[in-house]
């Protein structure tokens, strides 16, 4: 049996070192792992005997440090890293300054300059790089010479100790010394310490960015986590008693006041009250909750007092599990990702090579000054930083704009899938429907008025269990409060009886009423008869109704190329009720679990990618089986384990922001690694022809990380689906082209 085990790993400092880890791991029998340097995290699926343990040992033994994390761990990457590198960033720009201003500006050279310089820049490239040279140190111990600290390290260590033999042995020390900056790597007796201590700089300034950049890339996640109550009020014995919200166990009785939030996921016990779920799902309109029905841990109570009985707690929340999604799902690694990290792997190597190539053609063809100087510049251009967070900063910044938007992305193979579907299948109740029964039309008898119909209806109901009940006696209580009921019997298969205001009512299944009757679309409704006193009251329809927002949502997917079919185990008429509704043309009606399944294998098939959207135990099937399983947030836990992405907020508008924001995410992906070559490819030859300054090199190189975390971070700034457009407008082109 396969487990999971994650790691903290502690260490890594470019795409490269990830990659050694990775490989290390799964050379290992019954190991099957991944390994993401952005989240610093590793995710292995274990068999047999392998504990965490034995996967922490081969970590270590590459260089790294690890330790299992529990189920309370949940959180982004650690930020003091972040804060050394910024203390080393501050001495370093500091002391950097004035050298570069030397070199670069011969009016500033005085007798003796160079000997300051050197003054200066020695902290710099010890203090400020040690994290680069320890790297390096790190990995060359352990048999690995093929990380990008190793390109840094080598690159200012040679500009360094270069500059230190010019100094002492050559004749760039004698006073009155002048050095004229040049953009090229040519270059007389001179010394390079502006570059040793410049790119030293420039690069603890794209690391910090980096590492500031993984931080705000798990804010949504820390939002999430924050959202839940540090302390909650428990009756205890009739008595209130405050205590902290980890002690809550399943069972506990707890009070939520106007204004409170929800302790933890649970079924209220007594009292009625709207529910603000905006914090958790994004829907703004409150949800009417009274006894009997479940409630969520974080949403807001904007009303009357509640008492809620604990269902779940800790880990086993909806918070907590949405929590755990998306660092599952930040944690993972695209295709994409696989691929440059097996470039990162192999491009050091390289690019050490073409540097020594450079230098000895340098040194035939020119003086062993240039040689030297377009070698280190090949070194210091090369560092696939921007490559190695190409992929890992947009998925974090993806994913937990997803979270906030109420799309849990299980995956980062979701991401991909959601990019390439060209279908999807929608199940009807409670993903098209609102799943549960409401009032439709009621049709009172010649002479009666319709409201007295409900509210006799609704009174009986009301001591009622049944789902239509339930309905008649939720409408009925809109208008205004009920009378009570005495002598309330319910026959299974018949209905339900009681008096009312000393009238014997009865309500029961009854046939549709004659055309012309009833309103128009209640042809599919189920209809109950109600009777006073043996006389016919009137009629009323009931109905699932399709949410206010499926037909805008679904015109939503077909702009964005999608095309809707309806699968459902309801009669063919109420399924082309429903899809005439909401626009779909392709209906696949009464079929059981494994008809759905099979349409999802016919539809796949046909050569089409799809993506399914259910939420009941009966959807599981067709979830695991398409290319793309969305599960609605309100569905079962096992439609939701089934499924690829969670759509917390329970609407179909969900979906869309889903497909669109994988779109989005896959574009950034894709832009990132065409700068990331880009970048590499123009720049290589540059360096080895001698055209770049070690320093210009350096710069360069940290501006191309720069530009792949802000590049990455545009995400942040993605918005719902501007459903309900029409067709044709720039909204609607906008949402075509995302």
Request: aromatic fraction near 4%.
């Amino acid at each position: 049996m396969e487990r999971q085990i994650e790691l903290d790993v502690g260490g890594m400092t470019c795409a490269a070192c990830a990659n050694r880890i990775e490989k290390k791991l799964n050379r290992m029998d019954g190991v099957s792992a991944t390994v993401n340097f952005a989240t610093e995290k590793a995710r292995a699926s274990v068999a047999g005997s392998v504990s965490a343990g034995d996967l922490i040992a081969v970590v270590e033994k590459t260089g790294y440090t690890a330790s299992e994390r529990t189920a309370s761990d949940v959180g982004g990457p650690a930020t003091g890293a972040a804060d050394s590198l910024r203390n080393r960033l501050v001495v370093s720009a500091v002391l950097s300054v004035p050298v570069i201003l030397f070199a670069m500006v011969p009016a500033f050279q005085f007798d003796y300059w160079q000997w300051v310089s050197l003054a200066l820049a020695t902290p710099v490239v010890v203090y400020g790089g040690w994290p680069f040279h320890r790297s390096a140190l790190v990995n060359l111990r352990h048999g690995a010479s093929t990380t990008m600290d190793t390109l840094v390290s080598l690159g200012t260590l040679a500009a360094f100790g270069w500059s230190l033999w010019a100094l002492f042995l050559g004749d760039a020390g004698m006073p009155g010394m002048r050095h004229p900056f040049s953009f090229t790597a040519a270059g007389g007796d001179a010394i390079y310490l502006e570059a040793a201590a410049g790119v030293t700089t420039f690069l603890l300034a794209g690391r910090l960015l980096e590492a500031r950049a993984k931080h705000r890339a798990g804010n949504a996640l820390r939002a999430l986590l924050e959202l839940g109550v540090k302390d909650v009020t428990v009756l205890r014995d009739g008595h209130e008693v405050v205590l902290p919200a980890d002690q809550l166990a399943v069972g506990d009785q707890f009070v939520v006041r106007p204004g409170e939030k929800v302790a933890t996921d649970g079924e209220v016990v007594d009292g009625t009250s709207a529910l603000d779920l905006s914090l958790l799902t994004g829907e703004s309109v409150p949800v009417e909750v009274g006894p009997g029905d479940p409630v969520t841990g974080a949403t807001v109570n904007a009303g009357g007092r509640l008492v809620v009985r604990a269902s779940r707690v800790g880990a086993d929340t909806q918070l907590a599990q949405m929590a755990k999604l998306v660092e599952q799902a930040q944690s993972g690694k695209a295709a994409v990702q696989r691929l440059a990290d097996r470039i990162a792997g192999v491009f050091v190597p390289v690019v050490i090579g073409l540097a020594l190539a450079t230098l000895a053609v340098w040194l035939v063809t020119g003086t062993a000054t240039e040689a030297f100087t377009a070698a280190v510049a090949v070194l210091i251009i090369a560092c696939p930083c921007a490559l190695g967070l190409a992929t890992p900063t947009a998925l974090l910044v993806g994913t937990g704009r997803g979270a906030q938007l109420g799309v849990l992305i299980r995956g980062v193979e979701a991401l991909e899938s959601a990019r390439r579907v060209d279908t999807v299948v929608l199940d009807k109740t409670g993903t098209v429907t609102t799943g549960r029964m409401s009032v439709v039309d009621v049709v009172p008898a010649p002479g009666r008025p319709a409201s007295e119909v409900l509210r006799m209806a609704g009174a009986v109901e009301a001591a009622s269990e049944h789902p239509l009940g339930r309905a008649i006696a939720r409408a009925a209580a809109d208008d205004g409060p009920l009378p009570g009921v005495r002598d309330f019997r319910a026959t299974a298969g018949v209905g339900v009886r009681g008096r009312v205001d000393g009238v014997l009512v009865e309500v029961g299944r009854a046939a549709a009423p004659e055309a012309g009757e009833a309103r128009a679309g209640t042809g599919s409704a189920t209809w109950v008869e109600v009777r006073a006193d043996g006389d016919p009251l009137g009629r009323i329809a009931l109905a699932d109704r399709v949410r206010p927002d499926s037909a805008a949502a679904i015109a939503a997917l077909r702009r964005l190329g999608l095309t809707p079919v309806l699968v459902t185990g309801d009669a063919p008429a109420v399924a082309a009720a429903v899809a005439a509704q909401v626009g779909v043309d392709d209906v696949v009606a009464g079929v059981l679990p494994a008809g759905k399944l099979d349409a999802i294998k016919r539809l796949q098939g046909q050569g089409r990618v799809v993506a399914m959207v259910g939420d009941g135990v009966n959807d599981a099937a067709a979830l695991a089986q398409a290319d793309l399983g969305l599960a609605m947030g309100a569905g079962t836990d096992v439609a939701i384990e089934a499924s690829d992405l969670t759509l917390v907020r329970g609407d179909l508008t969900g979906a869309v922001d889903a497909v669109r924001l994988s779109r989005r995410t896959l574009g950034i992906i894709h832009g990132n690694l065409f700068w990331a070559f880009a970048y590499n490819v123009a720049a290589l030859p540059l360096a080895a022809a001698g055209l770049l300054n070690p320093m210009i090199a350096g710069a360069a190189m940290a501006f191309s990380s720069v530009f792949v975390v802000l590049n990455s971070l545009r995400l942040r700034g993605f918005r719902p689906a501007p459903v309900g457009v029409p067709a044709g407008s720039a909204e609607d082109a906008t949402v075509r082209d995302l």
